[in-house]
Nanobody, 120 residues
Framework: QVQLVESGGGSVQAGGSLRLSCAAS?????MAWFRQAPGKGREGVAS???????MYADSVKGRFTISKDNAKNALYLQMNNLRPEDTAVYYC?????????????????WGQGTQVTVSS
């Protein structure tokens, strides 16, 4: 089991930026960020594998960047040009597969989440 702790959420105006961090007890084959807005299901935002190959949801391409620091066991999500529709609780997730996806069922370990609120 992997312990994951997110930080960096907050409130910003549309067009602003935030950087989320996730401290992991260890790395696995896939690390990812998901989000869940009120009344909606959890959706994949971005993933990164052990070779640093990344994948993004269409809704965030060109605005969000996922990265990791192997020395610190840390995962990051840089979010630029934020929109009100980005408002959600953001979760860090870890999976053991070497091939990453943005499917919820692909990941076995989850953090507690951090709130991101974007106002118009």
């Amino acid at each position: 089991q992997v312990q994951l702790v997110e930080s960096g959420g907050g409130s910003v105006q549309a067009g602003g930026s935030l950087r989320l961090s996730c401290a992991a007890s260890r790395y696995t084959g896939c690390m990812a960020w998901f989000r869940q807005a009120p009344g909606k299901g959890r959706e994949g935002v971005a993933s990164i594998d052990s070779t640093d190959r990344s994948m993004y949801a269409d809704s965030v391409k060109g605005r969000f960047t996922i990265s990791k620091d192997n020395a610190k066991n840390a995962l990051y999500l840089q979010m630029n040009n934020l929109r009100p529709e980005d408002t959600a609780v953001y979760y860090c997730a870890a999976g053991t597969s070497t091939r990453c996806t943005l499917w919820v069922a692909w990941y076995s370990d989850w953090g507690q989440g951090t709130q991101v609120t974007v106002s118009s």
